[in-house]
């Protein structure tokens, strides 16, 4: 029983409504303020300069290292940058996110099986599953859960984060700026800083719990009515936001329909593959 | 700035020391009831039968879909589990783990690129992004960062979890037992419930921080220096819990180095394809 739980807040109803507009469900359940703070999330595309708090760094490591991890294998490393003229070129292979220059400090999250590999030659022994595709799922499933416990800590402290997927445009340019060893690679980053003023914006809206999450057995009959009313909930937020209006499935298709929408990332098997994972 | 900041607590340096033992860096940082939260984690592998209380599931769902995700394209699902027959065939295909049995509802985490293959089917439009390793990484990372803000959310509310990676056993045999559709497979599953009395155990330490988080450039000079005194921190861990006396550094070459060590997990890359995902 955690020191804020008690803490009941008006805010249950208000976050579920930010969260899912017209579809949230009722806020009948038990609610905390942890549950408000995961709520309150949003992605954050503009900072202040200010660095991180004294230990704050800190702070967010050990929260991202207390998140669970495959048989403790802990086949994930973090690189953080500040240099300016580092960030300056990760945000140009990103295709110019200037909050990657702005933000006070970068973290890359490296999907990491070289320390395996360098534990492996101190012994004299083979690591053999280190070449496998499930193996590379791992460390890049054990990155995204410590990341997020990361930005979980950091939101505590009243600091903003946005990922940057944009890390796998060229993920060799990136492993060479920050000097990976073979079977290293960086699967994303994380800016992290305080929002600028106005950047903070509104809480995203998303799917309806019921077209996400099926009981026993997967699906929903009435997927259809529920696209549709997202896609109005989105144009409407598009709208509030100053944003181009689409739907949310125009924007999927637009997103995922080419290998032009893809930014070059449709050769990531190929360059994973270079730097050392053969994705057995 | 959240409710909980305010509240300072005497469990920093405690925290720290349960999590990095001799290797704790200084607890000089800021510290709030959520960073408590984060690092108290402990996977748990025994539950009470005890149902999750009313409204519970649908509050770790919110904060799973709050956290962010890839263009807002939500490519994963959840399905999940309670019938005790189900649970049981999962519990086998995961080499017989008790506690898929015995948590009242089981998770299983769901990369979905069918939601987005149905929405080009209804638009009449071709969805070729679908077919890459890359958008394959993009469901199974933003499928881990929404487990783990269901976690976080799950032990805010005094429920446990251990995430179970077996699940890849035989992948093809869990999408048959949900009825997934072509392009949709389970990534992971995850226990939900209350810990059976004894269970919670003791917070499992990691590697000192100096030895995953790097500046600017990868690396640590005395890297085996710090395994080192890790395998002495691990030893004494597990003499405590009354696990077999064996190194970290041990554990991990029994884990990654043999095929056999795998459990058919190094197929993984083909029943992957065999279930829709092309892995371009």
């Known amino acids: 029983m955690s020191i804020a739980e008690s803490l009941s ?4 109803a208000a976050a ?5 507009g017209a579809a949230a469900p009722s806020a009948e359940g038990p609610w905390n303020a942890h549950l408000d703070l995961l709520l309150s999330h949003r992605s954050v595309r503009a900072y202040r300069p200010d660095p991180l708090p004294a230990g704050g760094l800190e702070s967010l490591v050990a929260a991202a290292q207390s998140a669970a991890t495959s048989s403790n294998l802990q086949v994930w490393s973090l ?4 240099d300016l003229g580092k960030k300056a070129a990760l945000a140009e292979i990103a295709g110019g996110q200037k909050h990657i220059e702005q933000c006070p400090v970068f973290l890359l999250w490296v999907a990491d099986l070289a320390r395996s590999d360098r534990i492996g030659a101190a012994a004299g022994a ?3 599953g280190t070449a496998y595709f499930e193996t590379f799922l791992v460390a890049a499933i054990d990155a995204a859960l410590a990341a997020q416990n990361a930005t979980v800590a950091a939101e505590s402290l009243g600091l903003s984060t946005v990922y940057i997927g944009a890390m796998r445009n060229d993920p060799a340019r990136v492993a060479e700026l920050i000097g990976l ?3 290293a690679m960086v699967v994303f980053g994380l800016c992290v800083g305080y929002a600028a003023a106005g950047a903070e914006g509104e809480v995203k809206p998303r799917l309806p719990q019921e077209a996400v999450v099926f009981h026993e057995t997967y699906g929903a009959a ?4 529920m696209l549709a009313a997202y896609d109005g909930e989105m144009a409407a937020f598009s709208a509030r936001q ?3 209006d689409d739907t949310w499935t125009g924007r999927v298709l637009a997103r995922l329909g080419s290998v032009a929408g893809m930014k070059g990332r449709e050769r990531l098997k190929e360059i994973v593959q270079a730097l050392g994972f053969p994705i057995r």
Do not use: Q
């Open 79 to 82: 690189v953080t940058v500040t």
């Open 222 to 225: 009435d997927e259809n009515r």
């Open 9 to 12: 807040t008006p805010s249950h």
């Open 16 to 20: 579920l409504a930010a969260r899912y």
């Open 126 to 128: 083979e690591v053999a």
């Open 181 to 183: 060893p073979a079977g």
């Open 242 to 244: 100053g944003m181009a």
